[in-house]
């Protein structure tokens, strides 16, 4: 082929427009060949092997095709006008900040799984706010702002962080106290427990401290509203009661006055009142050792004493009662007791003193639990010189041994009833409380024989049973003048040095006839006396606590 001659080649592969130069080298007019191979790698058969300078390549070989260019030794890419490195997609760590123009990557342009390390992000975000729906975690927390934020932490003050919710302070932490809410809203405090949800709480509406779910500590564990006079329950009917209004009883506030949820009543019975455990509902009931349904798991906090009818109201037996009621001079709770451990069968005689309703029992034994044998008690046998009282353990008894003739000391004398009261944590009765107690009974007169067993009949206005008129009871005072006579009758235990000492007894006898009555005392008896128509009452101190 001639210089300048032009010639065709047709080959299906790289087909193409050549001539032949000066030199005598056949040059590629055209087109671009287009392949993941360079063009004439393997020239056909007769053919010529090389390429032309300046020959055009668009290689394949890649994702994104390269145009290639022959320089006369090597296909070479071609390279944008401009200085600088151009990078493709097989070239990997050339890109530099210089490299990217400022401002022109957007978020599209990062990857949704990038996960970029915070370690690449300067900290200071300026006033934009960081959100995030995962977890932030830092070493150190610090707010600058002192506004009030919808949710979250914030600086109320110098030294002081301050916690808020729905635009609300909350909870302010300073360097001197930690207040929770300052403004004073109404914004409940709450610990939870393992098991109690509100194991500790402070409501803010109410303005109480709750723990343990019940308690109001504010109120007092036991509280009595101001100024009231008389037990924390009140006789609403004849045969109910409700505890009164503004009162903390076992830590339970009652801010309204709450009825008692009554039990079966039999006459002549004492009733303890549970309290539920969580509820405070109160519940009657004559067991004082099983709480009753509705107040199962809680504990007896008041009691009193249901009787028959027939009980007067007014001196001598006057304006007795049509009715069996709850005796309202009975009702104990813990706020308004006796000082005696055992407050069963007992009367409030108007809010000086307690006495028991009944007569000792000949069986009567202080124990440490209510299963003992109450000192006040329907049915018992009286206790008397004939059957005579058991000997308290105080003083050496076994709960199954009564007292004897000892050293010219009867088994029924004043200093063996007083041992007995004593162990029941009571006393003999005063001459003017035994005035006082007996009021109502029949006066100036007696039943005529031995009654035998305690029995509700001759009774007083606070419910006393067999006040007058029956057995005589056994008072706490004594009288004695010493000139030179001395009493050896103590059961063995010294001598009373006194020409003729002696102990008061009460209420008369059943064969006293007219000589019986409230305000009947017979100092005609020694201490070491005993008969069997002479018993004993007991009495005890008045508590208000609370």
């Not at 509902?281 to 027939?310: C, E, K, R, W």
């Not at 200093?415 to 004593?422: L, Q, R």
Request: glycine fraction near 12%; proline fraction near 5%.
């Amino acid at each position: 082929m001639s210089d300048g001659q032009l010639a065709l080649n047709t080959n299906l592969v790289s087909p193409g427009l050549f001539f032949k130069d000066s030199n005598g080298d056949s040059v590629k007019i055209g087109p671009i060949h287009v392949g993941a191979t360079a063009p004439n790698a393997t020239p056909g058969a007769g053919g010529q092997a090389g390429n032309s300078k300046g020959e055009a390549w668009l290689d394949t070989s890649a994702t994104n095709p390269i145009l290639k260019v022959w320089n006369g030794s090597a296909f070479v890419a071609v390279q944008p006008v401009g200085t600088g490195t151009v990078v493709s997609t097989t070239d990997t760590g050339t890109v530099t900040s210089t490299m990217i123009l400022d401002g022109t990557i957007v978020n599209a342009d990062v990857n949704a799984s990038a996960a970029i390390a915070g370690t690449k992000i300067s900290p200071d975000f300026g006033a934009q706010n960081v959100v995030t729906t995962g977890t932030s975690t830092a070493a150190s927390l610090i707010p600058t702002s002192s506004s009030v934020p919808t949710n979250g932490v914030y600086l109320p003050a110098a030294n002081t962080v301050g916690v808020a919710a729905n635009s609300v302070e909350r909870l302010k932490i300073g360097t001197s106290e930690v207040v929770f809410n300052d403004a004073g809203n109404d914004i409940d405090f709450r610990v939870e427990g393992d098991t109690n949800t509100d194991l500790f709480k402070i409501d803010a509406g109410t303005d109480t401290v709750i723990v343990g779910g019940k308690y109001n500590i504010l109120k007092g564990f036991n509280r009595r509203p101001p100024l009231h006079r008389g037990p924390l329950f009140t006789k609403t009917t004849a045969t109910t009661l409700s505890v009164v209004a503004d009162c903390s009883l076992n830590g339970f506030f009652y801010s309204a006055a709450t009825a008692v949820t009554m039990g079966t009543h039999t006459n002549n019975t004492d009733m303890a009142i549970w309290q539920h455990p969580t509820s405070g509902a109160l519940v009657s009931d004559a067991s004082f050792t099983t709480a009753p349904a509705g107040a199962t798991g809680g504990s007896i906090v008041a009691g009193y004493h249901y009787i028959p009818s027939g009980r007067p109201t007014a001196v001598n037996s006057g304006s007795p009662t049509a009715s069996a009621e709850i005796l309202e001079y009975s009702i104990w709770d813990l706020t308004w007791r006796p000082e005696c451990p055992d407050p069963r069968g007992m009367a409030n005689i108007d809010g000086r003193f307690w006495c028991d309703l009944y007569l000792c029992g000949s069986t009567s034994f202080a124990g440490t639990t209510f299963s003992a044998v109450q000192s006040s008690k329907i049915g018992l046998t009286i206790a008397d010189n004939s059957s005579p009282p058991l000997i308290p353990s105080f003083y050496g008894g076994n709960g199954s041994t009564a007292y004897t003739l000892t050293s010219g000391n009867n088994p029924g004398s004043w200093y063996n009833f007083f041992e007995v009261a004593h162990s029941f944590g009571k006393r003999l009765m005063f001459s003017w409380e035994f005035q006082a107690a007996a009021f109502g009974a029949p006066e100036a007169g007696s039943r005529g024989s031995d009654p035998g067993t305690v029995q509700w009949e001759r009774q007083s206005k606070w419910g006393l049973a067999q006040a007058t008129g029956t057995l005589a009871s056994w008072g706490i005072e004594r009288v004695g003048i010493h000139t030179s006579g001395s009493n050896t009758n103590t059961g063995g235990r010294g001598t009373e040095f006194a020409d003729a000492p002696r102990a008061v007894f009460l209420g008369g006898n059943w064969a006293n006839g007219v000589g019986s009555g409230s305000r009947s005392a017979d100092w005609g008896f020694v201490p070491s006396g005993g008969a069997n128509n002479i018993s004993a009452r007991f009495a005890a101190g008045h508590l208000v606590l609370g």
